[in-house]
């Protein structure tokens, strides 16, 4: 039987992986996310998407959370994981 026991650790290295994949993917399809934006300048139908993921403590984040620092296209975001109950 599996372990229900999953670390944010855990989380951050599989979530790190996904976005790393998405930006060597070459993603096809952005018809779905440029109809649901189509007012908004964010976002054209040909764009390619250029992602880079760091872990928090690869990137220098100063916290003691787990979580990602992800760049899309020079924008940065920060993503963090933490465990509710």
Not at 21 to 44: L, T, V
């Amino acid at each position: 039987m599996k372990s229900n026991n999953v670390t944010a650790s855990a989380i951050e290295q599989m979530l790190e992986s996904y976005f790393q994949n998405q930006a060597s993917a070459d993603i096809k399809d952005y018809d779905e996310c440029y109809e649901q934006n189509q007012d908004s300048d964010e976002i054209s139908k040909s764009e390619e998407w250029e992602i880079d993921t760091n872990s928090f403590h690869d990137a220098g984040v100063l916290t003691r959370d787990a979580g990602l620092v992800v760049k899309i296209n020079g924008q940065e975001f920060q993503i963090t994981i933490v465990k509710s109950k």
